[in-house]
């Protein structure tokens, strides 16, 4: 009598295997990562973003317990704000390009109408500088969000005008008003560390662009000239700039010194290998800001020299993997949002730094993706969302896809 054999089951490791294979595409899918670059720019951010909650928790403990009777009331806060911003940097990711140049005039106009915001009773402000609205126990700042739009919308314009750029009046209208505006609403609240961050940004999207540089320096000239009066109406400023300039003096200490000189000392106790993950002394209610714009000067107590390099490192790979994608991207859009993100992020972070450092003035502004505050966190992860989304597009052929936005070429040298 014949025999038949049954065909042998399919082995439940093979089974597995295929599953897991699955996941590991949608995975991919969902990150939007499968590119080298886009997988350097997403490593970098989340990495960052981790490493600041570390320190948020090490460096806010203190003041939150006295606060609240927790040491981690402001380490979940922080949580939970990179938690959305993580989400919302994954949705931009997966958006088709062309929707960002549809929706840049409707969020800049978002953003200057929350910025107007701040002069209402709904607004209110902090250490000076009045840039916060408040609505039922939340509080936003709209200058972070406006730095998103300005991104988005300079570079919708410099694409629609990009056989223009080369013309000064092309190139400035209306992207100067519009940035001016944006700009001067912040500078109303006297938050003068935004407002350099928001114009470095302006400048860097126009650069990238193709605007000829002799066209951006005439501005710049104006802008400077402008700032000394700006500096100078305020005698919180005036007495920083002449403690920076000058050097502190023991009737500088209360004052202008305070936060400058123990930051410094801060940094000078860390050494080579720092006193240890947890074990500032500054943060006992020494240093000022410290789990925010002095949260440098923590890391490199505790972490020393070997943890503040570290640092340095992580934001150098990321301006680099962003002018990687600049260069690659035949896109224009890609290579203006990606520009002026590299140079607010990294500008920000040089400008953060350098405070800490005694190289520069104070003035006020945080450490992207480490220091802690919401409003920050969630916009520095929503540009790296437009940039991953626009990314992506610009490399069909990698996926096999069709560009969603037609192909221009990248601006001609301008000659002499």
């Not at 609240?68 to 922080?78: C, I, M, R």
């Not at 109406?233 to 920076?244: G, K, M």
């Not at 410094?264 to 290998?273: K, Q, V, Y």
């Not at 990314?391 to 000659?415: F, K, Q, Y």
């Amino acid at each position: 009598m014949a025999t038949t054999t049954a065909a042998p089951a399919r082995t439940t490791d093979g089974a597995a295997s295929r599953m897991g294979r699955r996941a590991l595409v949608r995975v991919r899918s969902m990150f939007g990562a499968p590119t080298l670059n886009a997988a350097l720019l997403l490593g970098t951010t989340l990495f960052l973003v981790a490493f600041g909650l570390i320190m948020v928790l090490s460096s806010s403990s203190v003041e939150s317990y006295v606060a609240g009777g927790s040491f981690f009331t402001d380490f979940a806060k922080q949580g939970a704000f990179a938690a959305v911003g993580i989400v919302l940097m994954l949705l931009a990711a997966r958006m088709p390009a062309h929707v960002w140049q549809r929706v840049a005039w409707l969020g800049i106009m978002l953003g200057i109408a929350l910025q107007v915001l701040v002069f209402t009773p709904l607004g209110f402000g902090a250490n000076g500088n009045r840039n916060w609205i408040g609505v039922g126990g939340f509080s936003l700042q709209p200058s972070e969000f406006v730095k998103v739009a300005l991104c988005v919308w300079l570079a919708m314009i410099m694409t629609r005008k990009q056989r223009h750029v080369t013309s000064f009046w092309h190139a400035w209208i209306p992207a100067g008003p519009v940035a001016g505006l944006s700009i001067g609403l912040v500078l109303l609240g006297s938050d003068l560390g935004t407002v350099v961050i928001m114009t470095m940004l302006s400048f860097g999207a126009l650069w990238f662009a193709g605007v000829r540089w002799w066209h951006l320096l005439l501005p710049a000239a104006g802008l400077a000239l402008l700032a000394v009066p700006v500096v100078l109406s305020s005698p919180s400023r005036v007495r920083r700039i002449t403690a920076f300039v000058q050097g502190c003096t023991d009737a500088d200490y209360y004052s202008g010194c305070w936060q400058q000189l123990h930051g410094t000392w801060a940094l000078s106790a860390g050494g080579l290998f720092g006193v240890g993950l947890g074990n500032s002394r500054a943060k006992w209610s020494w240093l000022p800001e410290a789990d925010n714009d002095y949260i440098f000067a923590i890391i490199g107590e505790e972490l020393g020299l070997l943890g503040a390099v570290v640092v340095l490192a992580l934001f150098a790979l990321l301006s680099w993997t962003m002018l990687r994608i600049v260069r690659h991207a035949r896109l224009q859009m890609t290579r203006v949002v990606t520009g002026a993100a590299m140079v607010w992020l990294t500008g920000q972070a040089i400008v953060n730094i350098g405070v800490v450092l005694g190289l520069l003035p104070v003035l006020g502004v945080p450490l992207p993706f480490i220091s802690s505050g919401g409003s920050q966190l969630i916009a520095a992860l929503l540009i790296v969302g437009v940039v991953l989304s626009l990314e992506r597009v610009d490399n069909p052929i990698v996926r096999g896809e069709r560009p969603a936005l037609s192909p221009t070429p990248a601006p001609a040298p301008a000659e002499g």
